[in-house]
């Protein structure tokens, strides 16, 4: 089931952030407490779609998204190792496009990073094209046209 999120699954959704995103990250690092910290703002800055077994189920996934202007930002992607393989972060990365659609958004963009060509393959299958590499964020910049 997908679902808005909602503060009570804050604390699921930066468990997942820190175990799954994190160790991947050039820029970020698993004992920075404000960045913690500051996540729960994060979330509250834009859009995010849960992914839960049950209706009232733990998050087993989630998206978080910016639609600004003519531009969709996908901001993070994480699904739990344990429920990899069924379809959660392909379904997720399918309502934030159509938020995107429904918002005029023309384009979605992502960063994934180098550490990551897991991810990386997995954005090219739902059809981002690679722009460039930022080196000094050690990312690669993804785009997806939306019309």
Same mark, same amino acid.
């Given at each position: 089931m997908i679902r808005?999120? *909602?503060? +009570? $699954? $804050? +604390? %699921?959704?930066? @468990? #997942? !952030?820190?175990? %799954? #995103? !994190?160790p991947l990250s050039h820029t970020a690092r698993p004992l920075d407490a404000h960045m913690i910290r %500051?996540?729960? *703002?994060r979330? &509250?800055? /834009?859009?995010?779609y849960v992914?839960? &077994?049950? *209706?009232? /189920?733990?998050?087993?996934?989630f998206v978080h998204f910016h639609a600004l202007g003519e531009q969709l930002y996908i901001d993070m992607l994480v699904t739990h190792p344990e429920h990899r393989g069924? +379809?959660? /972060? @392909?379904t997720l990365m399918a309502y934030a496009e159509a938020f995107g659609r429904k918002h005029k958004c023309d384009v979605s963009r992502l960063f994934v990073d180098r550490s990551n060509p897991g991810g990386h393959r997995f954005y090219n299958k739902l059809g981002y094209l690679?722009?460039?590499? !930022?080196h000094e964020l050690q990312c690669y910049e993804m785009l997806k046209p939306l019309v």
């Open positions: 808005a999120r *909602k503060p +009570s $699954d $804050d +604390s %699921e959704l930066v @468990r #997942l !952030i820190r175990t %799954e #995103l !994190i %500051e996540l729960p *703002k979330f &509250r800055r /834009g859009v995010t992914a839960t &077994r049950t *209706k009232q /189920g733990p998050p087993v996934a069924q +379809s959660w /972060g @392909r690679t722009v460039r590499y !930022i």
